[in-house]
């Protein structure tokens, strides 16, 4: 069974840049196909979806985080990473990662079949 596990600092200053780590195991990021989402939640709403990599390497973004998003992986490692630039209060929320068999941008749990147990990150000087 798939695993996923968020990494990275959680506390972030403003105008800084987050950076995420999700390492998977239990499956090749690379195998089948199937997308690793990143998703957060701000304090008292609900989640939202902020982007993904595909299996075979293509990159998706939520049109309103693209301009300070950015995806990538290291197969060799079996990780996808985040990293969100020029961030703000606003940016604060639990980060996690997920898989799903679709492209979806929904913020329903059960778009996607495997969680990590997510990540606080706070910004905040």
């Known amino acids: 069974q798939v695993q996923l596990q968020e990494s990275g600092p959680g506390l972030v200053k403003p105008s800084q840049t987050l950076s995420l780590t999700c390492t998977v195991s239990?499956?090749?990021?690379?195998?089948?196909?199937?997308?690793y989402n990143w998703i957060r939640q701000p304090p008292g709403k609900g989640l939202e979806w902020m982007g993904a990599?595909?299996?075979?390497?293509?990159?998706y973004y939520s049109p309103s985080l693209k301009s300070r998003t950015s995806i990538s992986r290291d197969t060799s490692k079996n990780q996808f990473t985040l990293q969100l630039r020029s961030v703000t209060p606003e940016d604060t929320a639990v980060y996690y990662c997920?898989?799903?068999?679709?492209?979806?941008?929904?913020?329903?749990?059960?778009?996607?079949?495997?969680w990590g147990q997510g990540t606080q990150v706070t910004v905040s000087s």
């Open positions: 239990g499956g090749s990021i690379t195998r089948n196909y199937y997308y």
């Open positions: 990599t595909a299996s075979d390497g293509s990159i």
């Open positions: 997920a898989r799903s068999t679709t492209l979806t941008t929904s913020g329903n749990r059960n778009e996607y079949n495997s």
